[in-house]
């Protein structure tokens, strides 16, 4: 039996805040497709992040012909054989770790910062801090976060009320946050690999995402990217590791990253966040090496031709094609 802590909360643990239940259940019924990185043919017991007391509410998933969905338990085993974040790793997920070494590299976006006030905040939008946001629109964003929470989007110099209540309890617990302005995005792309002894670097792949932005999927072969662009994202993505090796991480990583529209002009932005674990980038590189499938979706349905692993109605499927 091949045991996988699928932590998929861990970021939410390292902030300090409790994932509510609607949140924990379907994190908890999807992270089954963890079982990709298990060897294949072996028995796998995927042990959740859902808190015990809903347990009863994991209801069994749809069969699938193509795929054996794994055991769903609640807890943790004596000994894992996989972890999709390891606890220790909490400064290496750091959106500020990321926003420093974007600088460092020299890619940061115009206007990227820490801020750790409000009154920081105030003075750094009446400098022009957002200027080069769609329609002067930014983001601040938590250290830590999942499932795209903890985060706040407005326009102009003025912090509307909903924004500053969320701000200022932010920095009432002690966190500065991170500061970009939001850009108008055409595609988002990632790399992923994996950091020892030595360093890999995988190949860009395409992250596909909804009107809000939400995660849909991902494309393995692709043409978002230009040849200057793919080879930027790769030496980027080197860099990153190799400062996450010197640093003092081993293990699985990914870098996000998406190209955006400037003025008529197109610009990849090729440090977005570091995520120091797996990521759905490995899942579907190892279910494309399993099914021999170049693309993997988390939709409502599964599109023609799609073979469908995990379904649960009216909730999700995940399928590959």
């Known amino acids: 039996m091949f045991h996988i802590v699928a932590n998929l909360d861990q970021e939410e643990r390292w ?41 009863n509410e994991l209801r069994p998933l749809e069969p699938s012909p193509h795929w054996e969905v794994p055991t769903l338990a609640v807890g943790a085993p004596g000994l894992a054989d996989l972890v999709w974040a390891q606890p220790a790793a909490r400064a290496y997920n750091d959106r500020r770790f990321a926003l420093r070494l974007s600088h460092e590299l020299g890619c940061a976006l115009p206007g990227a910062r820490e801020v750790a006030s409000i009154g920081e905040l105030e003075a750094h939008l009446a400098a022009g801090g957002a200027a080069t946001g769609r329609d002067e629109t930014w983001v601040v964003k938590a250290p830590w976060s999942s499932a795209g929470r903890h985060r706040a989007f407005t326009k102009g110099n003025v912090i509307g009320s909903d924004t500053r209540v969320w701000v200022e309890r932010m920095f009432a617990n002690g966190l500065t946050l991170c ?50 662009e793919h080879d930027q994202m790769i030496v980027t993505a080197e860099r990153v590791a190799h400062a996450l090796q010197q640093a003092g991480y081993r293990g699985r990583f990914g870098v996000d990253a998406f190209v955006y529209d400037d003025a008529g002009n197109r610009r990849l932005h090729p440090l977005c966040e570091i995520n120091a674990r797996y990521t759905f980038g490995h899942v579907a590189k190892a279910l ?21 692993l995990m379904a649960q109605e009216h909730v999700f499927t995940a399928w590959v094609a």
């Open 179 to 228: 500061f970009e302005p939001y850009m108008h995005r055409l595609c988002d792309v990632a790399v992923c690999g994996v950091i020892g002894d030595e360093v890999r670097v995988d190949p860009p792949h395409a992250v596909v995402t909804d009107l809000r932005g939400a995660f849909r999927g991902i494309e393995l072969v692709h043409d978002h990217l230009t040849v200057g």
């Open 15 to 55: 902030l300090g805040t409790p994932m509510p239940r609607k949140l924990q259940l379907p994190i908890a019924k999807m992270s089954g497709l963890l079982g990709a990185l298990a060897p294949a043919g072996e028995p796998v017991t995927i042990w959740t992040c859902v808190d015990p007391l809903w347990a």
């Open 288 to 308: 494309g090496q399993r099914f021999g499938t170049t693309r993997f979706g988390l939709t409502r349905d599964a599109p023609p031709g799609g073979r469908v």
